[in-house]
């Protein structure tokens, strides 16, 4: 057995275990590198998701309790509130943006009602949604760990390995 040495990347491998240039560990460690960083993406582009899906939960709230205040009726065309950002918005666009399809101009006490209950049922698939997603999430970074600590392994043992063919 001969170990290969390459001056631009150090120790490339064990004779009988190089194909390419590469020992197999180290290229089981490349392999287990790119895995993790495909999970990486993957929790990332949900976390992303995630934090859309709580800031439109964080509206449908704020809609909700502008529409707790009105109990006795309301008039969705002049009637404002603040949404998550900050921004200022017509009851009647936050109440088409968080599940009513076609709301009135002017709402009486029980539509009113009805209003709140179908924000409601909105909020409560945002939220679990949210939950659905926050389990893919930990199963993503599970993932990482996991081809992470692979790869550890796979360079450990392969830097073992070489140790001890140089050491003999």
């Known amino acids: 057995m001969s170990v290969h040495f390459n001056s631009a990347s150090g120790l490339s491998g064990v004779g009988g275990?190089?194909?390419?240039?590469?020992?197999?560990?180290?290229?089981?460690?490349?392999?287990?590198?790119?895995?993790?960083?495909?999970?990486k993406k993957k929790a990332t582009d949900l976390m992303d998701t995630i934090r859309t899906k709580q800031k439109k939960l964080k509206d449908a709230?704020?809609?909700?309790?502008?529409?707790?205040?009105?109990?006795?009726?309301?008039?969705?065309?002049?009637?404002?509130?603040?949404?998550?950002?900050?921004?200022?918005?017509?009851?009647?666009?936050?109440?088409?943006?968080?599940?009513?399809?076609?709301?009135?101009?002017?709402?009486?006490?029980?539509?009113?009602?009805?209003?709140?209950?179908?924000i409601n049922t909105h909020i409560e698939s945002l939220g679990t949604d949210t939950q659905t997603q926050m389990i893919r999430l930990q199963d993503f970074m599970g993932q990482y760990n996991n081809f992470l600590q692979g790869a550890h392994k796979s360079i450990g043992d392969g830097k073992q390995t070489l140790n001890a063919i140089l050491s003999r």
């Open 61 to 118: 709230y704020a809609c909700k309790q502008a529409l707790q205040g009105k109990k006795d009726g309301v008039n969705t065309n002049s009637t404002t509130y603040k949404d998550a950002s900050g921004k200022t918005v017509k009851l009647k666009e936050g109440m088409k943006k968080n599940g009513i399809s076609n709301p009135g101009t002017k709402l009486n006490k029980d539509e009113v009602k009805a209003a709140i209950a179908r």
């Open 17 to 39: 275990d190089v194909v390419g240039g590469k020992s197999l560990s180290r290229m089981f460690a490349e392999l287990q590198m790119l895995a993790s960083d495909n999970a």
